[in-house]
């Protein structure tokens, strides 16, 4: 069961075409006229479109221009049906983007079998786009936390930033390490580890605001870029995924733990050149927090 939309200038074949693929199951709509057939086809949202070829007004390769040059419509296979099937018009229509060409008078289970190929075309072209979407989305998420990982978060950090630097916008940067996470593991083994990463991401995702950028870099090693936010404010977000990661406690097979983060925090002033020396300044800071005692937050410019 498929949507198709017939264009056609004849009543009659549209009705002929209309009641044989209405009885095979289909959902059917029609136009006659290629203009009408633009005005109506978007919202019907056709699998395919059986498109004549000869009509006054706009003929049906002007109508297959006009349709493949709208984003909605450009995917969907378009059927051209004409009575002159001179190579001329077919290869014609082949090259304007028409999926297909059929002749009349045409043998009505012929073009049903037609529908259906350009249906199956039009599925898979669908979940193949799926599939790829999936795979993007793999290939720039962490596994374990769910958080964009190093790559991810080096594409979206570097745009953010270009932003800023073009807009005179702020931007902060906020380095998070998990404090002796080496003990965790050693103590606890390496399922409490994953526990503690998974709490990071957490507390930290109810912490940030929804235009802020959480990545997990490698192992315990977390940034978030604050895109519009000084460092007062990254601040504030960091002492209160500091505080509450501190309050944590977490469990795995029957063994409790409790750790602390600490982290560097940053702010764009104007004079860096690229992301990477944000980060890195925020990585500086990170390694004073630990030399400092850990459980803290300190920042700079
Ligand atoms: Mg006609």
């Not at 745009?159 to 998990?178: G, N, Q, T, Y």
Request: net charge negative.
């Amino acid at each position: 069961m498929a949507k198709i939309f017939i264009v056609d200038d004849v009543e009659d074949n549209i009705k002929l075409l209309w009641y044989n693929l209405e009885d095979d199951g289909h959902e059917v709509a029609s136009a006659m006229s290629g203009q009408e057939c633009l005005d109506k086809a978007p919202g019907f949202e056709p699998d395919v479109i059986l498109l004549d070829m000869m009509m006054p007004g706009m003929s049906g390769i002007e109508t297959l221009t006009a349709l493949k040059a709208l984003p909605a419509m450009d995917n969907i296979p378009v059927i051209m049906v004409s009575a002159n099937d001179s190579d001329d018009s077919i290869i014609d229509a082949l090259d304007q983007g028409a999926h297909d060409f059929i002749s009349k008078p045409f043998i009505y289970p012929v073009l049903e079998a037609r529908v259906r190929s350009a249906v199956r075309l039009k599925q898979s072209q669908e979940e193949l786009e799926a599939a790829n979407g999936r795979l993007a989305m793999l290939a720039s998420t962490d596994s374990l936390t769910q958080c964009v990982n190093r790559r991810q978060f080096f594409e979206l950090s570097g745009s953010e930033f270009a932003k800023a630097k073009r807009h005179a916008h702020p931007l902060s940067v906020i380095m998070l390490d998990a404090d002796k996470f080496k003990a965790i593991n050693d103590t606890y083994g390496h399922a409490m580890g994953d526990e503690a990463l998974l709490r990071i991401a957490d507390v930290a995702r109810g912490c940030i605001r929804e235009s802020d950028i959480l990545a997990r870099l490698g192992g315990e090693e977390f940034a978030i870029c604050c895109p519009g936010s000084t460092v007062d404010g990254a601040i504030r977000i960091a002492e209160r995924i500091r505080e509450a990661i501190a309050k944590e406690v977490i469990e795995c097979n029957g063994q409790t733990a409790q750790f602390t983060v600490s982290m560097g925090v940053t702010e764009y002033t104007g004079a860096e050149q690229a992301f990477d020396q944000l980060l890195n300044r925020a990585d500086r800071l990170l390694y004073r927090a630990k030399e400092e005692g850990r459980n803290r937050v300190i920042s700079g410019v």
